[in-house]
Structures are given as structure tokens and as C-alpha cells.
């Protein structure tokens, strides 16, 4: 047997049945009624409000990788690099992470472990790929 769990909606949706079929005083009925008309109106409200706010964040994801790939060339660089050219203050370098981990994934750029110059040790690399520069 599967299981769904409710959602509030769905609960005001019943309780909504219950009072039209239930509750005789016609006053209460609507008193009733109003309530749980307004309350599915704000979880609608809420619904819409943070579809929006999903498609800001996703749009300014797309902006963010956007700029990390126009500073990527065919040289590798590090993700240091990519902080220091982005110049910006809430950049942090997990947020860069996950932007190239999406474009490698999307084959649009590759890593590789490099050898850094100053120190010697060694860290990860990106480029663009040599497919999208031909």
C-alpha cells in the first residue's frame, strides 16, 4: 500500500467537506468556511513566493557560472584564480566549486590536478575543454 503524505492543503480541502457536510449552524458554517478559505489562500501565496525566490537563486546561479566560464581559458587555473578574477565579496570558494563541478559535469569544462608554482604542492585545475574551443 503506498503511502503520500498530506499537505496542508489537503487537510483544509477535508476539513472544508466536513464543515459543509457537518456543521448545521449556518453562521458557524461560514465563519468556518472563511477561515480555512483564507489560510489555502496564504499557503497559496506562500506556494507562488517561493517559486519565485527558486527561480532568483537559480537565475543567479546561472549568472555566477556564467562568469566563472568566461574566466576560464585553456590553461588550467585554480579555484583561487577564479576568486581573485571574480573580485567580489560574497564569493567563497565552495560556491565556485559547485559551479565547475556543474560545468565538468555538463562537459563544458575539465580538471585536472596540477603542480601550483609558488609552493610546489599540488591542487585541482580547471580549463575549458578542447571540444568547446574548436
Not at 458554517?29 to 525566490?53: C, M
Not at 564569493?91 to 562537459?107: D, E, F, P
Amino acid at each position: 500500500m503506498e503511502t503520500t503524505k498530506k499537505t496542508k492543503a489537503m487537510y483544509f480541502s477535508e476539513l472544508r467537506e466536513m464543515v459543509i457536510n457537518y456543521v448545521t449552524d449556518v453562521e458557524l458554517q461560514d465563519g468556518l468556511l472563511d477561515f480555512i478559505d483564507k489560510e489555502v489562500a496564504t499557503l497559496e501565496k506562500r506556494k507562488e513566493a517561493a517559486k519565485v525566490r527558486a527561480e532568483k537563486k537559480k537565475a543567479e546561479s546561472d549568472v555566477l557560472t556564467d562568469k566563472i566560464y568566461e574566466i576560464l581559458h585553456y590553461d588550467y587555473i585554480t579555484v583561487n584564480d577564479i576568486i581573485e578574477q571574480l573580485d567580489e565579496e560574497d564569493i567563497s570558494a565552495n560556491k565556485i566549486t559547485s559551479r565547475l563541478g556543474k560545468l565538468v559535469k555538463a562537459g563544458r569544462v575539465e580538471k585536472e590536478r596540477i603542480k601550483v608554482k609558488e609552493d610546489g604542492s599540488r591542487r585541482m585545475g580547471y580549463r575549458k575543454t578542447e571540444e568547446v574551443a574548436a
